[in-house]
C-alpha cells in the first residue's frame, strides 16, 4: 500500500541554519504530497502542498519540490528561527482513494537561539 | 473562519471503561475524517464521512470504536471498552469538497486520551 517515510528526528539546528527534512513516499498512482506543521499544544496546520510532478510549494519560507522520478518531497529552509521548533509531517493523498492522508512518523525540529 | 473544534482536549480513564469524543467541523464543511495518533507516529485515519454517510472506515476497529455523524454536521467518536493501546490524541479533521486529490484537511486540536 501507500506508505510515506521520513528522516528521523529529532533534528538541532542553531538560529539561521539550513534545515532539510527528507521525505520519500510509495504510491500506487499520481498522489498530492503535503506538509504539515505541530507545534507544541496545537493541532496539524498545512504548511505546504504540491499536486503534480515538479510543482514547488512554498510557505513561510519552507519550500519543498515534489520529484516522481526520486519519489521525494524534501522540505527546506534557508534559514531557521526557534519560532519553526515544532514536528513536521510528510503526508500524500491519493484521489481514488476517498481522499485519506497517509502520513510519515513525523520530524521534531527544536531549534536554539 | 471558526476552525474544527474538538472536546474534550484530554481524558484520563480506566481500561475497560468507555468514552466519547465531539468534533464540530468547519462550518459547510461535507467531508469530516477522525484520525488516530499515536505518541512518536503520523496520524492513521480512523474513519472518515461525506455529509452523514461514511466513505471508509476500514482502519475503525469496530469491536470497540464506533462513530457517527448525525444530520452531516458533528460527529462523536465512541471507545467501548477502552484498552491501554488506545491511549493517542485523536484528531478531527474537515474539508470543503468530496474527497479528492486538491483538497485541503483542517485539522482540530486534538483530544488527548490516556487509559490507565
Known amino acids: 500500500g501507500d506508505s510515506v517515510t521520513q528522516m528521523e528526528g529529532p533534528v538541532t539546528l542553531s538560529e539561521e541554519a539550513f534545515l532539510t527534512i527528507n521525505c520519500t513516499y510509495t504510491a500506487t498512482g499520481y498522489p498530492s504530497l503535503f506538509w504539515y506543521v505541530q507545534y507544541p499544544g496545537e493541532g496539524l496546520q498545512l504548511l505546504l502542498k504540491a499536486t503534480k510532478a515538479d510543482d514547488k510549494g512554498s510557505n513561510k519560507g519552507f519550500e519543498a519540490t515534489y520529484r516522481k522520478e526520486t519519489t521525494s518531497f524534501h522540505l527546506e529552509k534557508g534559514s531557521v528561527q526557534v519560532s519553526d521548533s515544532a514536528v513536521y509531517f510528510c503526508?500524500?493523498?491519493?484521489?481514488?482513494?476517498?481522499?485519506?492522508?497517509?502520513f510519515g512518523q513525523g520530524t521534531e525540529l527544536s531549534v536554539k537561539p | 473562519e471558526a476552525g474544527v473544534a474538538q472536546s474534550p482536549r484530554y481524558k484520563i480513564i480506566e481500561k475497560r471503561q468507555s468514552v466519547a469524543f465531539w468534533c464540530n467541523p468547519i462550518?459547510?464543511?461535507?467531508?469530516l475524517y477522525w484520525y488516530q495518533q499515536i505518541l512518536g507516529q503520523g496520524p492513521k485515519l480512523l474513519i472518515q464521512?461525506?455529509?452523514?454517510?461514511?466513505?471508509?472506515d476500514s482502519q475503525l476497529p469496530k469491536d470497540r470504536f464506533s462513530a457517527e455523524r448525525l444530520k452531516g454536521v458533528d460527529s462523536t467518536l465512541k471507545i467501548q471498552p477502552a484498552k491501554l493501546e488506545d491511549s493517542a490524541v485523536y484528531l478531527c479533521?474537515?474539508?470543503?469538497?468530496?474527497?479528492?486529490?486538491?483538497?485541503?484537511?483542517?485539522f482540530g486540536p486534538g483530544t488527548r486520551l490516556l487509559v490507565l
Open positions: 462550518s459547510g464543511h461535507a467531508t
Open positions: 503526508a500524500l493523498r491519493e484521489g481514488n482513494q476517498g481522499g485519506k492522508l497517509i
Open positions: 464521512f461525506q455529509n452523514n454517510g461514511v466513505v471508509d
Open positions: 479533521a474537515s474539508s470543503s469538497h468530496p474527497s479528492g486529490r486538491l483538497e485541503t484537511q483542517y
